[in-house]
Every structure is written in structure tokens, then in C-alpha cells.
């Protein structure tokens, strides 16, 4: 009888016991770098709506569709720590330069951010009133990866303040203390700061620390384009330091750099600096891009007492014959210490001066027969908003030196072309093309810098650590299907200064939350990216 009662409930059990769900995607054949800089191992990875769910031998297992990775690696997805694509989200949501370099969640805000600002004033990137109203549109609309912002110091400073050069008063730092508040609970990860543009050029260093300590609350981090690259490099990394210290937090610095032949072969002291801070306990770290030049606006040149109000008011006081003669004497000093064939003009607004684009500024002077500070001029007074500039003012030594450090992650500094971009050939920074695919094929493959273990590790689960990340970067069950496949024998960049709009090669498929965006070379149009919100984020 027990026999007979225990057959029936084995029976029963059986005709019960649900059948295995088929995985949505398999990845087959692939060498799989799981992203914490151990070797690579053969194995398949299977993934379940959103998640990875099992990693292994998968050959019986159910799927409904498959990508072959054909002996290629497969690597967690990148994680790009500055990458500016913000607007053209919106605009251009494929974001296929990005896609193309295997990035699958981009980290951005360095300055400022897509909301909280005043509106009315007519742009698309400034039109949200707060942070939160951005990242739900992203939400709803879609991209083809994922983003985490940041709130812009810059943003609470110019909703209270407005681009003036003081110090708050007690009730404006809690205007500013309060915008962090908000920001940060609408699900940014951290407080941002560029302090080389208005207004964050005006901020003092206990200004920062008050509102460090508000995104440190809701457990955020601080990230900075530090006040000085240069020959004051050391005094600007004493601030960060302070300003980590003094607010708990952690900090990371944004494309840390040498720049100014004044600080060739200084990039050694500087990260020696880095490690003497974090040997004394300070959470610090630092991110590049992988090029020995940079791109901002062309108003940076300029002095910053006459940057105060923004760059309408620097045309505004280049209209004033005394004040020109001041600020082009000034003007006159910046280009000698940086020397020749550094400032190259990339884009400019004005019809009448695209004949200038795409030329040093030697070359410009020389067209109009002026000095290099007056063809500047000349540029500012002729364009209502600054133009772009690429600036060659690094040294190739200096960036090797920085690759090589495990602290160090990698950056583009660079939003997404979009379509029209590319179809208008308008000047770019390689650096939006090609900074993942380049420290894999140049720094990795040929210069044999670092490991290709070590790059994925520092583009995945390094990254995701800085900016607190938790279910991604690696490739375990129960993360985030963020993958990425690729060759590392052929992935390389292909962009140049020149002719920057070039997709990068190597990459041949990218799933993002599970979904493939690209899948053997072939952008799918999927939309599946998700906001990634900070630890403080109140739905």
C-alpha cells in the first residue's frame, strides 16, 4: 500500500511539475570575459527577459533565438563615465556611434544637466524644470542604452544665482542645497561639477562641499572636471580631495590629463598624487579618453573675469574699445603659453566664418592678416554661441601613462553624432567614434599597455563600482543582460581628426537589457535602454 500511495504522489508530482521556460536569447560559442579581469573561459550564456540567468554548457537548452559568436569574446557591456549624449537621446535615440563602440550604458552631466533649469530660454536642451522630468521621458520614449545622470552643481547655481561672481548667501546655499535634494531623489547618481566654465568657475570650494554632502546622503557620488588641468593641476586635485573628505564622499576626476607643454611628463606625479590620496584612505579614482587631445568651446580661452555672466556678456564687453584691448592682451598671453598648432577651430555657428572651420588658428589669423588674439576676437564678436575647438595639448606619453593605472577608467567625453551630424560632415572629436574600440585595438592589441582582461575589467565592473551600479558590469546569473560581442583582433578606431564620421569596427553584436540593438553588424532599431537611478531615488 505505501509502495502503491508513493507511486501515485511520484505520478502526480510529475504531471504537475512545470516545464522549463525556454531562454529568450542564447549566446553560443563565444570565449566570455565575465568582466572582474579573470580569463576568459568557453562557455554560453543564456538570458531571460532582462537578466542573464545561466551561464555554461547551454547546448539542450530551449531558446527562442540565438546569436552565434563565432569564437569571438563576449564581454559584459561598456560603461561609458562621461558621455554627453544627453540631447541627442531625444533627438536621435540609436545613438549608433556609441552602439557601434559597444558601449551599452552611458554615465553623463558633467556640467550642466538636462533639468532643473529656468525655462523660456528657447533651447532643447535646457526645457526640462527638473531632472526627474528628463529621465521619465527617457523612459517613455526609449534609447538604445542605458543612461545614469547626474545633477549639475551648475544647474542650482544658476536657478538661484544666475552666472555672477559672489558667494552665496545663507539662504541662496539652501536654495542650492535643496535643488541637490531634489535631483538627487528624482534618481541622479551624484553631484557633477566642471569648474572651468560659468558659473562653476565662481563657486568656492566650501560651496561644494555643502552640496557634496547632500548628494552624499542619499548615497551619491562626486565626479569633476577639476578647476585646473594644468600647471595647477595639484592644487585642483587638493580640492577634490577636500572636498571628498570633508562631504564623505567618493570622487572620481573626469578625463584627468597633462595639458599645456608646460605639463608634459607630468602625468607621473599626478598619479602618484592619486595614489598617495587613496593609500591615506580617500575613495578616489579617474577616467580618460584615449587621445592627446581635447574639445571644448573656444570661449574657454578667454579670461574668466570677462567670462562673468556667460559668453553673451564677453561679446558684450569686447564691444567696449578699452575692455577689448584688456582682454585681447590676455587673449595674446594664453595662445604663447600654449604654443603653436595647439587651437584648432571645429565648428562655428556664423555663415560668414565657415570658410575658418576645420584650421588652426594660425591658419585663420593668417587669412585675415591679424594677430591670433585678434582673429579670436573676431571669431567671438561674429558668433552668438562659442564655437568648438579641439585643443592638441597633450602629450602621447602622458595618456600611455595614464592607461597603464588600475585605478584609471575610460570616458569619451562625447555625446552620440546623430544622423544629421553625419550627413552634414560638421567637425567632431574622434574621441565620439572611437575611445572603447580604441584602447582595445591600440593600448591592448598593438602598444600591449595592458591586458585585455584588465580593459574589460576597468570598461565594466570598474565602472559600474565608481558610480555605484550594482546589477551590472558583470556576467553572472541574476545580473542585467548587458553584453556586448566582440573581436579583439580587428576591433580598432577609425575616426580621425580630420575625417571624424567613421564608425568604429570590431563590434559585431550589442543586447542591452536582454534585447539585441545591433546583432551581427546590423543596428535591429530597438529601443530598450532603461534610466539608471541612484540609490536615493524616490518614485
Known sequence: MKRLLAALLLLSSCATAPKQMPLDLRITNGRILDG??????????????????????????ASTATIDARDQIVSPGFIDLLGQSQGTAVTDPLLEAKVRQGVTTEVTGEHFTPGPVAQGDGTDRNRWSTLGEYLDLLDRQGTAINFALFIGAANARQLVMGAVNRDPTADEMRQMEAIIDQGMREGAIGLSTSLIYVPSMYTKTEELINLARVAARHGGVYFSHLRDEGTGIDAALDEA?????????????????????????????????????????????????????????????????????????????????????????ELRGAMERRGPKVVYVARVRSENHKQYEKKFIEEISGMMGVPDQEALVRIYLENDTAPQAIFFSMNEEDVQHAVKQPFISFGADSGSPSAAMRASNSSIHPRAYGTFPRVLGRYVRELKLITLEEAVRRMTSQAALRVRIADRGILRPGMKADIVVFDPATIRDVSTYDDPHHFSEGVSSVIVNGVPVMRDGVMTGALPGKTIRGSGYKP
Not at 578625463?255 to 593609500?279: D, F, N, T, Y
Not at 592627446?292 to 558684450?316: D, H, K, Q
Open 241 to 329: 580631495f577636500r572636498i571628498g573628505r570633508e562631504a564623505s564622499i567618493p570622487v572620481n576626476i573626469w578625463h584627468l590629463k597633462a595639458a599645456g607643454r608646460a605639463s608634459w611628463g607630468r602625468m607621473p606625479a599626478v598619479v602618484a598624487k592619486i595614489e598617495q590620496a587613496r593609500a591615506e584612505g580617500l575613495d578616489v579614482a579617474a577616467n580618460i579618453y584615449p587621445y592627446a587631445a581635447s574639445s571644448t568651446n573656444l570661449a574657454t580661452l578667454a579670461p574668466n573675469w570677462a567670462m562673468e555672466g556667460g559668453y553673451g556678456e564677453l561679446r558684450n564687453r569686447l564691444r567696449d574699445p578699452e575692455t577689448r584691448v584688456r582682454i585681447t592682451e
Open 36 to 61: 572582474t579581469g579573470a580569463p576568459w573561459f568557453r562557455g554560453d550564456i543564456g538570458i531571460r527577459g532582462d537578466r542573464i540567468v545561466a551561464i555554461g554548457s547551454l547546448a539542450g537548452t
